[in-house]
């Protein structure tokens, strides 16, 4: 949350509100409110959705986890912006499209050669078996089958006066 107006990420949705639409889907969010993930989040009545978020567009529900600690940011406008402040104020060294054939700290051997690095974090991508597959087997580290999809592309909305905050997202949710 600290880096992203360092980084000059906008934020477009601050916060979360997902709505629990069956009894199960109340209880899995009244599970993950005793977490410490859960913590700082607050579990709304309807009355109490409608009247924060302002809307009935959530449909109906039986209570709705309202979470402070979410961010949504464009991911296309955001990892090069996080990567370009990681480098500038963090002094990382990042080599895109770089496969990694093998890391043995201090010595990281990649198809573009030998790096030397004190720390080295590996993003694979989807070829996750290619570099640790004993690891990945034994974690049970599965690719996500989920898909996203932008469903209409809309002319950019006007700029926001500094005044004005960005609203909570919200999520039509667990059923």
């Known amino acids: 949350m600290a880096i992203a107006p360092q980084a000059g990420i906008p934020v477009i949705h601050p916060g979360l509100y997902l709505t629990a639409q069956r009894p199960e889907a109340l209880a899995v969010v009244e599970a993950f409110l005793r977490t410490e993930m859960g ?101 049970r580290i599965r690719m996500s089958t989920l898909q996203m999809m932008r469903a209409a592309r809309r002319a950019r909305p006007p700029a926001r006066s500094p005044d004005v905050r960005p609203q909570p997202g919200a999520i039509r949710g667990l059923q």
């Open 39 to 139: 913590e700082g989040c607050e579990l709304l009545t309807p009355a109490q959705t409608q009247a924060r978020f302002g809307q009935t567009a959530l449909g109906p529900h039986l209570a709705a986890l309202y979470s402070p600690h979410e961010r949504r940011v464009e991911s296309r406008e955001a990892i090069p912006k996080l990567a370009a402040w990681l480098q500038a104020a963090q002094g990382v060294d990042f080599h895109w499209r770089t496969v990694v054939h093998g890391v043995d700290l201090p010595t990281v051997a990649t198809s573009r050669g030998v790096l030397r690095a004190d720390h080295c974090v590996v993003c694979p991508g989807h070829e996750l078996n290619a570099l640790y597959p004993e690891a990945i087997e034994q974690a």
